[in-house]
């Protein structure tokens, strides 16, 4: 059956990239130690094709009426198939939004069938949640990098879990294991955390990396109140998430209405513009979070072969199975420690110790394997040697191909916009005076001709000594100051004339508003007469 292992060391394997590379390691070096010992029973369905080449993907979380399906048509600027947007509880299914020219709705039962799509795990949920899915298919830009998947929103109270009538959690965690983002929803007016959404959240663990924290319609309060609901938002957060590190949170107003209050108009450019930064390096770093999360796929796996292995080896042969294999879970912790002593296996690689139990009542102990050393050596020198080389590979794969396209039009094209005034910092800072007629330096030369008189120029120039001494008066470091004495000596003789110290000096301001020095000088701040 396992031919190939006698095979294995007589020629190094060549991959054409890292997800064909992938692809291949998974299949010929993980997927027996997981087949021989039920994983899949156990952990996560086995991994297929589509799980490899499926684009980037970002999970939306939150409770209802957080403004989930409105983030997604404020990305898309336009509507898709399906979309329902209100105050009460309107998304009542996953919504998978994916690219395609022809647009239109697959229901769930059909897209579970679709082997080009990476959702046929998901029919071990049954009809009840296949009832709940469906994917949207749209001619957006933006699609063409990453895909979206929308959830219905998280009610609070027992009564509302019971009857979704489906594992809502289950297809959570589902969800979690694939995507590249995860996105956290909060409202400023709804800060509470209910049972159903604690244990959404709690779902989401082991993916920590992957989540963002949205505190969505923020312009509807002022800025006093704002700091109390941060406040009280971080608070709530640290008992769910239980990480000694601040979760990022950023806070905007993600949708396409005027602001109710813009006093804090600055602040959400700001915030968008990390956002959207972090989302746009999704397609760059899809090879490397596939990478992370096989790797991460494949210590579970071994720590799984040793629990079953154990449990294997402590069942009797023939009389008081059922009694052993109840004591056997009752006292899994015990075993735990005993594998973390004998392995040296970190307390973090161990899967849930609940849910193990929970899951252990309905198997059968006999069935079992007992460890083959052969598997996981194999599986040992994949982490070791070929994640390695898929590892060198990524850099490269950056440089030379693009393997996604980046993510482009929609609510994106605000980031890049260089062309009309409404781009982000445009007429700020160092942009200020960009495409006017006038020299912007000149509304304030008056002011800087009677500082430059005062240092007493010889045939109309100053020296650095005495510029030095007033440029000193802004408190800015030397290394920034140096900066802008080489950006504003354009004809670099060591010498600033009136024109170039009047530029010094509005660098100067720029910097002390706290905005950045370019490295170069940008050709609508040249003085006209060194033009």
């Known amino acids: 059956m396992f031919s190939w292992l006698n095979k294995e060391g007589q020629k190094p394997d060549v991959y054409e990239n890292v997800v064909e590379g992938l692809k291949r390691i998974y299949k010929t070096k993980l997927l027996p130690l997981e087949q021989h010992h039920q994983f899949h029973d156990f952990h996560s369905p086995q991994l297929e094709d589509p799980d490899f080449d499926a684009k980037p993907m970002i999970l939306l979380v939150g409770q209802y009426s957080t403004g989930k399906t409105t983030f997604i048509k404020y990305l898309l600027e336009r509507d898709f198939p399906g979309i329902r947007i209100g105050p009460e509880p309107t998304t009542d299914r996953f919504i998978a939004v994916m690219y395609d020219e022809k647009e239109g709705v697959i229901p769930g039962n059909a897209l579970v069938v679709d082997p080009k799509k990476q959702y046929r795990p998901l029919s071990k949920f049954g009809n009840a949640f296949l009832n709940r899915l469906q994917c949207s298919l749209v001619a957006s830009p933006v699609l063409k990098g990453i895909s979206i998947v929308d959830t219905p929103g998280i009610l609070s109270g027992e009564k509302q879990r019971v009857d979704r009538g489906y594992d809502f959690t289950g297809v959570l965690e589902w969800f979690a294991e694939r995507v590249d983002r995860i996105i956290l929803l909060f409202d400023a007016h709804k800060l509470d955390i209910s049972d159903e959404f604690r244990r959404s959240i709690e779902a989401l663990r082991g993916h920590d990396d992957k989540i963002r924290i949205v505190l969505n319609k923020a312009d509807m309060i002022d800025h006093q109140q704002l700091m109390r609901v941060y406040g009280a938002l971080m608070w709530s957060l640290g008992k769910v998430l ?284 040249y003085p006209p007469s060194k033009r």
């Open 242 to 525: 239980q990480t000694p590190e601040v979760a990022r949170v950023y806070i905007g107003s993600f949708w396409d209405q005027p602001l109710r209050y813009d006093v804090n108009r600055r602040l959400f450019d700001d915030e968008e513009q990390d956002l959207f930064k972090d989302l746009q390096s999704l397609p760059r770093n899809a090879a490397l979070r596939k990478l992370n999360d096989l790797i991460k796929r494949a210590r579970l796996a071994k720590v799984h072969a040793y629990i079953i292995a154990e449990l294997r080896k402590d069942m009797p042969s023939v009389f008081g199975k059922d009694g052993k294999k109840k004591e056997l879970i009752k006292n899994l912790g015990t075993i735990y420690d005993k594998l973390q002593r004998e392995h040296q296996i970190s307390p973090g690689d161990f899967p849930d110790l609940k849910k193990m139990q929970d899951l252990l009542v309905n198997h059968d102990f006999t069935k079992f394997h007992p460890i083959k050393p052969k598997l996981l050596e194999v599986v040992d020198r994949m982490l070791a040697e070929d994640i390695a080389k898929l590892m060198d590979m990524i850099p490269q794969e950056e440089v030379n191909i693009v393997m996604e396209p980046v993510i482009k039009g929609g609510a994106f094209d605000g980031v890049e916009d260089t062309v009309s005034p409404f781009g982000y910092k445009r007429g700020e800072g160092i942009d200020a005076g960009y495409g006017e007629p006038e020299w912007i330096v000149s509304k304030d030369k008056p002011k800087y001709d009677e500082l430059f008189v005062k240092l007493s120029p010889t045939e109309g120039k100053i020296t650095g000594a005495s510029a030095k001494s007033e440029m000193l008066k802004s408190k800015l470091p030397n290394s920034v100051l140096g900066k802008i004495w080489k950006l504003a000596d354009i004809d670099k003789d060591g010498f600033l004339d009136a024109d170039e110290f009047a530029l010094a000096m509005h660098l100067i301001q720029v910097k002390v508003d706290g905005h950045d020095i370019p490295t170069e000088l940008p050709q609508h701040l």
